[in-house]
């Protein structure tokens, strides 16, 4: 790890079998599977290595739990504080269903979120707008707090979307970020400017096996 006065940490979850049957999650509280628990293993011994100040999560089983994790590294354990602005994206009525089944159960709303994923409104649940508004009011208030050492375990899309907002770049372009399971991403903040200085790092989990 690098040394810097202010950093925040964003940790994806690890694996869970949907991930690995591309089966979507939202506010489904699916655990993480074998792989996953390994990955949270793998990240905790990473962070042994980092003092950290505080640790905030989704209250999602499958990022509290690497959040819990990584807490239980520490030399002196934190307390892991639950954030709803780190919430999964709640996919409504798609959420346990696989690709191949929501297009058929919702075929035209299924159309319409390939050719513009940005103002797809799933049914029941969020657009992505809407997560990015109470991810980045989270992110923000912190680093105008000016949160040191701080890390944040999420979710694929809060993460992907968060990295739009530092970038002042436009929805339509997360998908050009990769955000593995139990990947860390880092930001620092220094001087009040936020710089994402690092994506995707999976180094510590060259010794376990990865999903998708």
């Known amino acids: 790890m690098t040394s810097s006065s202010k950093r925040i940490f964003l940790v994806r979850h690890g694996?869970?079998?949907?991930?690995k049957q591309d089966v979507f999650r939202g506010h489904t509280d699916v655990p993480l599977n074998a792989a996953g628990r390994a990955q949270a293993e793998a990240l905790g011994r990473r962070f042994a290595r980092v003092p950290l100040r505080s640790i905030h999560t989704s209250r999602l089983?499958?990022?509290m739990d690497v959040a819990k994790a990584i807490a239980q590294s520490?030399?002196?354990p934190l307390?892991?504080?639950?954030?709803?602005?780190?919430?999964d994206i709640h996919r409504g009525q798609w959420e346990g269903l696989s690709r191949d089944?929501?297009?058929?159960k919702f075929p035209e709303l299924y159309r319409k979120w390939q050719a513009d994923p940005v103002k797809t409104h799933y049914p029941g649940g969020d657009s992505?707008?809407?997560?990015q508004h109470r991810a980045w009011n989270f992110l923000d208030q912190m680093i105008g707090a000016g949160a040191a050492d701080a890390l944040l375990v999420s979710h694929d899309i809060v993460i992907r979307?968060?990295?739009?907002?530092?970038?002042n770049l436009d929805l339509s372009f997360m998908g050009r970020f990769e955000v593995q399971p139990a990947s860390i991403s880092e930001i620092r903040t220094?001087?009040?400017?936020?710089?994402?200085?690092?994506?995707n790092d999976i180094c510590h989990l060259e010794t376990t096996k990865t999903g998708g």
Do not use: H, M, Y
């Open 15 to 19: 694996e869970t079998d949907w991930n």
């Open 61 to 63: 089983s499958r990022a």
């Open 74 to 76: 520490q030399e002196s």
């Open 79 to 87: 307390a892991v504080q639950v954030e709803e602005g780190l919430l």
């Open 101 to 104: 089944e929501a297009r058929k």
């Open 128 to 131: 992505l707008r809407s997560v």
């Open 161 to 167: 979307v968060l990295f739009c907002s530092l970038l």
């Open 190 to 199: 220094d001087g009040g400017r936020p710089i994402l200085c690092r994506i």
